[in-house]
């Protein structure tokens, strides 16, 4: 069985920073492409960035570029995001997803963690 484990989240002040780690246990022998995602209150889950199995590609939703990168171990199926310059409207439930990059950009997402809650405070 495959698990995402999240954490890092927590509540900040507009400007600050915070980091999140994603961990991945269970029979997953290969580097995958990883990602996030996020879920604000009343809105559907949406896209925040994914980096492919080797670090090669990234790609951010226009809301979070410049501000946010992510970072994986190198031949780990481990992930972080750095964000920066945080908003209040980057409030949200962040989950950690895992899977074939096409499909993880579409977010037909196999695997997801259980999510880490980031609050901006303004």
């Known amino acids: 069985q495959v698990q995402l484990t999240e954490s890092g989240g927590g509540l900040v002040h507009v400007g600050d920073s915070l980091r999140l780690s994603c961990a991945t246990s269970?029979?997953?022998?290969?580097?995958?492409?990883m990602g996030w995602y996020r879920q604000a209150p009343g809105k559907e889950r949406e896209f925040v960035a994914a980096?492919?199995?080797?670090?090669?590609?990234?790609d951010y939703t226009a809301a979070v570029q410049g501000r946010f990168t992510i970072a994986r171990e190198t031949g780990k199926n481990t992930v972080y995001l750095q964000m920066n310059s945080l908003k209040p409207e980057d409030t949200a439930v962040y989950y950690c997803?895992?899977?074939?990059?096409?499909?993880?950009?579409?977010?037909?997402?196999?695997?997801w963690g259980q999510g880490t809650q980031v609050t901006v405070s303004s």
């Open positions: 997803a895992l899977g074939d990059w096409g499909r993880l950009i579409s977010g037909e997402i196999e695997f």
């Open positions: 269970g029979h997953i022998f290969t580097p995958l492409s």
């Open positions: 980096i492919s199995s080797r670090s090669s590609t990234t």
